[in-house]
Each structure stands twice: as C-alpha cells, then as structure tokens.
C-alpha cells in the first residue's frame, strides 16, 4: 500500500487554549548570564538606564547637572571634609593642585605644589589640640597634611613620617598605611603627624600584594586589600607584636576605590567580578562554591577593559553600590554597575564618565557627586534632574524571552499591551522580536494620557493616579514559540519619573495542529 504524503497546518486554537503572561516586576534587575528563555520572572536581559528601585515600576534613571569646568586639567578625585566645628566642603584634587567647594558658585583653590598628579589615596585623621586635618598622599610626594583653613605642611619622608602610599585608613585615633606587603600604624592622635610613626617596628607584614585598600569595620578590625589576597588584623588598642594578621581570602582586589561597606557587607572588585566580604559568612568558607554578587552581568564583565582596571570606583548612595569600569577601547570609566543591595539585583548606567565619586550635604540633603573622566575638568552632581546636563538619557529595557507556558507549542496572534506613567507628550517606542529574531518596531505609546493642557477652562479634573496604555497587535508577524520585548526612549524630557513602566503583558493562542492527506 502506497504511502500518503501528511502535511502539517495551523490555525489558532479555542478559547480554551488561550495564553498570558504579565510582568509587573522586574526588581530583580539585568540577567544576562542565563539564556533569556529561563531568565526568572521579575528579571530582564537588558536594563539600560533603568531605575529598578521601587518594586512595581520602571522608570528611566536620574541624569546629572554641571557643577564646575576646570578647562583642559581634569580632576583626579573627589571627598569630603568634614572639619569638626567648620562648614563641610566638597573637595577635588586637580592635576597637582587642589580646589575647594561650599554648596554653590564655583571652586576656590588652594594653593599646594606637588611634582605628581594627585591620585585618590587621601584620607581625614583626627589631630589634637587643633581640630581635623586632611592628609593628603598620592604616593610618590610626601605626604601633605591640610587644615579647615587649607593651610598645607609637608610632612616629610622620615621614620616618624607617613608612608607615600595611596592606601590608608584612619581606625583608633590611628593612621593605618598600606605599602606592598607591609602595614604600617602611627601613634594615637598625633600633634604632629610628621613624628607620628615608626616605620621600623610600628608595622605588620603580610603578603597581600601590590596595595589596594583598607577597610576599618566596626567589630571585625581591619580588612587589608591587596592585588594578590585580602588580610584581615584587629588589633589591641595599643597594638602590639602578638596581635596577629589572618588570611581572608585567597584572592585580592583589583581596584582599592571600589572596596566600600555596603550595609554588613564589605564589597569590591576582584578579577571575576563584585564580591563581597560578609560579616557572618566569610567569603573564604564558600571558595571553589560561591560566585561574585555581579554574576548575573556577564557581557558587562565580558566588556571590561582589565589593562584599565585600577582606575574603577565605587560609591554607595541613596541605598545603591555604584561602580564605574572601563570597557574594551577605552582608557576611562565609562559605565556603571548599579547594586540594589536590598533586592541583590543589578542595572547599568551607559553615558557617564567617573574618575571619581564622593557624596556632600547641601543644605541637610546628601548628594552625589562625580569628577569627569576626560580631558576636561568638570564636576557633576549625579542622580538628579532629567537630563545628562541638556543630553537625552537613553531608557531601555529588553525582556526575558516568554513562551506563555509552552515552550515546545507554537503561538499565533495577540498582543503586548504596555502601561506606564501619563506624563507628558512624549513617545516610548516598543519593539518586539520573535524566536531571537531581529527587533521589530511595533508602534509607540503616547505618555501624554488625560494630562491638562493650558490654557483650559475650570473646573478640571486630576487623575494623578491614571494610566496610559496601548495593545500591540503580533498578529501580522505569524507564528511563533519565544516572544522579546524592548522598549525605548531618547528624549529629554522636563522630570526624570517621565518615563515609568508599570506592566507589560502577552496574550495569544496556540496553533491548533490540523493534518492534511495528500494523495
């Protein structure tokens, strides 16, 4: 008997066979390190310029505002000091010299003559009878120590003097220097720090490499950060020769400026990525297991430029971890992972520069600052406003890729509907892509809603709990297993929440197998 050639068709099933899926979450941040078909649910694939901070919503990402251009000499680092008794200052050091900032107008100078570019290694010690000081190290001049009236004093490159490292830490009424393999400590509150050490028998030594930072916590002493491994010392209140360093961890911390406390944890860059110290579970006792906090973003990390890799920083501000690397072809920072410690989920900021971060009051708000990492010396308050200082910022977020529950079944029709903040006359283009096919423009939606024009005649009603929506239709684009979704925008606009995302969902049918014989 002669075989019949069957010939599979499709058509969309009953209503029994509808489907959906809605995303109201994605505070789980970016994943791009597992395939986007078994991404979680409260996760995207890309989040670019995404502030992921309020569980529910989405909403484009705070921009920066000039503070000061220092023309062709760019700024180095940023900190704060705060003089006890004194107005606090916004600090930047400035090629070999060093400026000065009180809230508003520009930067003063001060006046100091170095021989090397001032680095971020300073730190703010205690110094009695007179008050706070700064000391000043960039590791090849002499230490510079320096008062709330910026009057500066070399303290010289003696025994009794501090070390020329970038690497130190004030703990104990004590300054804690980091040079190679040894660490050194002064005496206790010092009148004069040009005699406050003995660098021939007030040190430790141990093998932690190349300098990189240390951290002072409040129960565990002192975590020692080298290139090689992290050390940890707690020390008596007068240290003495028994007071015996231990190994943290076997390996070390790439960039000294990204190790900061976040919360309980200790976090910096190591040479796989964002670890963290933890002051209940070391990181030790999961070696070989655990992996980095920043696991989750590998073409980021894939993206890094590592010949680069000391010049990354970090701050921590408004309850987020913000570490700015340098990515493959550039000499700078030029993105920015952004840790929500509370959710242990990433997003990314693409657009900024940082050479350095450091956080001032003004006015009894804390805000964020950062020195540009150009040619161009200029000074940016940070995570504030609508713009990158006039420049659009550029949202984007790309979706997991859903199957509706039926990974093996093919779908045809329905829609993505997208709804998000009515906030103005503006467009947020939505993309869709099928089964890891190229993007297609689906169509905008527009974030004017039922907002009130003027002029207008009164009364009027206000909605400010309203929505805008839009269904978009993927029926013209056949049948299909996986479905992606991107939208987009890059526009200035006149408030950073303009655009906010608040649900996107998926609905379509299976295709109804249907057998045709042929002869």
């Not at 020692?224 to 007071?243: E, F, H, Y």
């Not at 297609?440 to 809603?449: E, M, Q, S």
């Amino acid at each position: 008997m002669a075989r019949r050639k069957v010939t599979p068709s499709y058509t969309a099933a009953g209503d029994d066979q509808y489907l959906f899926v809605v995303t109201r979450d994605v505070s789980g941040g970016e994943n791009n390190r597992m395939h986007p078909s078994v991404i979680p649910e409260n996760q995207s694939e890309t989040l670019i310029n995404v502030d992921i901070g309020v569980v529910g919503e989405r909403k484009r990402r705070p921009g920066t505002t000039l503070i000061d251009d220092f023309g062709s000499t760019a700024a180095t680092s940023l900190f704060n000091f705060e003089a006890q008794g004194e107005t606090p200052v916004l600090m930047a050091t400035v090629g070999t010299g060093l400026k000065h900032w009180s809230g508003t107008g520009t930067f003063g100078s001060v006046t100091i003559t170095l021989t090397d570019s001032l680095a971020t290694g300073m730190v703010k010690a205690y110094k009695t009878p007179t008050g706070d000081v700064i000391l000043l190290s960039n590791g090849t001049d002499n230490v510079q120590e320096i008062t709330p009236a910026y009057a500066v004093t070399d303290l010289g490159d003696t025994n009794t003097s501090p070390p020329k490292t970038t690497v130190m830490a004030n703990f104990r009424n004590r300054i804690w220097a980091l040079k190679n393999d040894i660490l050194y400590f002064s005496d206790a509150a010092p009148s004069d720090w040009s005699a406050a050490f003995d660098r021939t028998s007030n040190a430790y030594r141990m093998p932690v490499g190349e300098e990189r930072a240390i951290l002072a916590t409040r129960e565990a002493g002192l975590i020692i950060m080298g290139k090689d491994q992290i050390w940890g010392l707690n020390p008596s209140t007068v240290p003495v020769a028994t007071d015996k360093p231990e190994k943290l961890l076997s390996y070390g911390c790439v960039a000294g400026n990204t190790a900061l406390q976040v919360g309980d944890d200790y976090l910096f860059m190591s040479q796989d990525g964002v670890r963290a110290l933890k002051r209940t579970i070391q990181d030790k006792l999961q070696s070989g297991e655990s992996k980095p906090l920043s696991y989750l973003l590998k073409d980021e990390y894939d993206d890094i430029n590592w010949s680069q890799i000391k010049k990354a920083c970090a701050v921590v501000f408004d309850n987020k971890y913000f570490i700015a690397l340098p990515t493959i072809g550039s000499s700078v920072n030029n993105v920015v992972w952004v840790y929500y410690p509370a959710q242990q989920a990433w997003s990314v900021i693409k657009g900024w520069k940082v050479a350095a971060w450091a956080t001032y009051d003004v006015g009894g708000e804390e805000r964020l600052y950062y020195a540009e990492a150009s040619a161009d010396g200029k000074i940016y308050r940070a995570w504030s406003g609508s713009s990158d200082n006039s420049t659009a910022i550029e949202f984007q977020e790309t979706s997991r890729s859903v199957d509706l529950g039926q990974p093996i079944k093919k779908k045809v029709g329905g829609e993505l509907k997208v709804t998000a903040k009515p906030s103005g006359d503006y467009y947020l283009s939505v993309y869709g892509s099928f089964d890891n096919g190229g993007f297609n423009l689906l169509g905008t939606l527009h974030l004017l809603g039922n907002l009130v024009t003027f002029p207008t005649t009164f009364p009027v009603l206000f909605y400010p709990d309203s929505k805008v929506y839009k269904k978009f239709h993927l029926d013209p684009y056949g049948s299909w297993y996986n479905f992606t979704w991107k939208l987009y925008h890059n526009t200035v606009t006149t408030n950073y929440d303009d655009v906010t995302v608040y649900e996107t969902s998926v609905t379509s049918h299976l295709e109804e197998y249907i057998a045709e014989e042929e002869a």
